[in-house]
């Protein structure tokens, strides 16, 4: 088993883009489809708190049923959005990395290099030509 795990949307040009930054070092991750296999309420409450994050620093917006929910509204508790994200994955903002150096919700796809516990071996040219690295 690889000692990095990604929460993973293949359809998502920002997870493929981190994913294949994490395989140009010659790891392959665990990689967990979350829309087909979502994590429990607990590993998500463990992720959040590996991040320092809260629940709603996570939840994505574009392309979900976030306005369609008003998850937006204050009113709604952590325990409420936690709910909400069991019901929609898709609410999950993506991806998130998991390394043995830290958890990171990784926008941009940047943002995975600084948890990466092989060196970066050098240039890496994402998906829309920009050069990583």
């Given amino acids: 088993m690889s000692q990095i795990t990604i929460y993973h949307n293949p359809k998502c ?38 991040m320092g994050l809260g629940v709603r620093d996570i939840l994505r917006q574009k392309g979900t049923p976030f306005e369609e929910l008003g998850l937006g509204d204050p009113k709604w508790s952590d325990e409420q959005l936690l709910d909400f994200i069991e019901q929609h994955p898709i609410l999950i903002n993506r991806p998130i990395v998991a ?5 990171r919700l990784c926008r941009p796809s940047e943002v995975v290099l600084e948890i990466l516990p092989q060196p970066f071996p050098g240039p890496f040219t994402k998906e829309d030509g920009e050069v990583v690295g």
Avoid: F
């Fill in 13 to 50: 040009g920002t997870s493929r883009n981190t994913l294949a930054m994490i395989r140009h070092t010659g790891v392959e991750p665990t990689v967990i489809e979350y829309l087909k296999e979502p994590p429990s309420r607990e590993t998500l409450k463990a992720l959040l708190g590996q």
């Fill in 99 to 103: 390394t043995p150096l830290g958890t």
